[in-house]
């Protein structure tokens, strides 16, 4: 009987001595997410689309977060400093509200900045992002450099690129 009740146990604890840790799969590839994007227009949008020897900062926001809010109007105010980064916020709601937050903040007045939905929310599984919002920063060669979750100082940012 007891070893009845303990085989669960025992043979949870031996596939466990099997199985190799869980990785993020933005730390394991350390790529930016490769998931389609839906752009302002309707259009796709891949990583392959953006520009080549150019570091990038990928923003995961909610439209529904303060702290995002807050951050996309810290970036906005010193976009002068991210003059050679192409900036990439991605939230994981529909088209019509990312469209709105690109409205609001004129987000087609920034060059460097591309604003997508990416709907399924797949990209929160990408980058096991628990709280919003999400940044990850990555070299011109688009291999991952630092990321953070949660709300980050500007200067935490800058100094990376």
């Known amino acids: 009987m007891f070893l009845l009740l303990c085989l669960p146990?025992?043979?949870?604890?031996?596939?466990?001595?099997?199985?190799?840790?869980?990785i993020s799969p933005f730390k394991q590839?350390?790529?930016?997410?490769?998931?389609?994007?839906?752009?302002?227009?309707?259009?796709?949008?891949s990583k392959n689309d953006l520009p080549k020897n150019k570091p990038v900062l990928v923003f995961v926001f909610s439209v529904e977060c303060d702290h995002c809010a807050h951050m996309t109007e810290e970036i906005l105010k010193n976009i002068g400093k991210f003059g050679k980064?192409?900036?990439?916020?991605?939230?994981?709601?529909?088209?019509?509200r990312m469209k709105a937050w690109y409205d609001e903040y004129k987000i087609k007045n920034y060059p460097n900045i591309i604003m997508a939905a990416e709907p399924t929310r797949q990209i929160l599984s990408y980058y096991?992002?628990?709280?919003?919002?999400?940044?990850y920063i990555y070299n011109?060669?688009?291999?991952?450099?630092?990321?953070?979750?949660?709300?980050?100082?500007?200067?935490?940012l800058l100094k990376h690129l």
């Open 140 to 156: 011109k060669k688009h291999r991952l450099e630092a990321d953070y979750e949660g709300t980050v100082k500007l200067d935490t």
């Open 9 to 22: 146990t025992l043979l949870k604890a031996q596939t466990n001595t099997n199985t190799t840790t869980n």
């Open 85 to 96: 980064t192409q900036l990439l916020m991605i939230t994981p709601f529909k088209l019509e």
């Open 29 to 45: 590839y350390s790529i930016i997410s490769p998931l389609p994007l839906t752009l302002y227009d309707g259009s796709t949008f």
């Open 128 to 135: 096991d992002l628990h709280n919003f919002p999400g940044t």
